[in-house]
Each structure stands twice: as structure tokens, then as C-alpha cells.
């Protein structure tokens, strides 16, 4: 079972990167997508979520209007574009499987991918 996130690297304020998210190992269309980001010191906080089919989609507050959470169960692959970045959006962004339907927390992901770092900066 493996989730390899990519994507990340160094962007600046303004600019715009897509994460990738790529399952093998395990029904991918089974499961709900999330993403989460971490910073130094800080605890992991949630990003964005989509369901299994797609049809719907969570979005931290940080995230609504700039983040949009996309997948394609045909090349077990979850997306993060993210526009108008913004130094505070600097973190390692992790992805996440869920067999809950809508995962409220990171206990309800069964399996997590390494990271990646995404560093918005002038």
C-alpha cells in the first residue's frame, strides 16, 4: 500500500502548484481523499477532502476560494491545485486515505503518503 504525493517545490507569493497524490496497493476508488499540511512546530491541520466518486468536497477555511481537491479513480490519482499561494501556505503537504465516507480527522485515514514540501517565498 503506497500514496506518493508530488509536487511540491518552491513557488512565490501569487503562484500556483498542483500536488498529486498516487495510490497503488489499494482500491483508490474506495476511498475518500484528503490532504493535510504541517509546519515546523505546528500541529498537522487539514486542507482539503474529496469523497470517493468526487461528488463532494471539504475545504479548511485557508484553503476556500484558492485550493481546489480533484481525483481520477481511472489513474488513482487525487489533485491539490493551489492558487495564490501565500508564505503562510508553506508546509509539507501530506495526502490521506479513508474508507469514512466524509473523514472529519486524521484518525479516520488509514493510510498516509511521505510528504511534500511546498515553500511560498519571495
Known amino acids: 500500500v503506497q500514496l506518493q504525493a508530488s509536487g511540491g517545490g518552491l513557488v512565490k507569493p501569487g503562484g500556483s502548484l498542483r500536488l498529486s497524490c498516487e495510490a497503488s496497493?489499494?482500491?483508490?476508488?474506495?476511498?475518500?481523499l484528503g490532504w493535510y499540511r504541517q509546519n515546523i512546530g505546528k500541529p498537522r491541520e487539514f486542507v482539503a477532502l474529496?469523497?470517493?466518486?468526487?461528488?463532494?468536497?471539504r475545504y479548511a477555511d485557508s484553503a476556500k476560494g484558492r485550493f481546489t481537491i480533484s481525483r481520477d479513480n481511472s489513474m488513482d490519482t487525487a489533485y491539490l491545485q493551489m492558487n495564490d499561494l501565500k508564505p503562510e501556505d508553506t508546509a509539507v503537504y501530506y495526502c490521506g486515505a479513508s474508507e469514512v465516507v466524509i473523514p472529519t480527522r486524521q484518525s479516520h485515514y488509514e493510510f498516509w503518503g511521505q510528504g511534500t514540501l511546498v515553500t511560498v517565498s519571495s
Open positions: 496497493g489499494f482500491n483508490f476508488a474506495d476511498y475518500a
Open positions: 474529496i469523497s470517493w466518486s468526487g461528488g463532494a468536497t
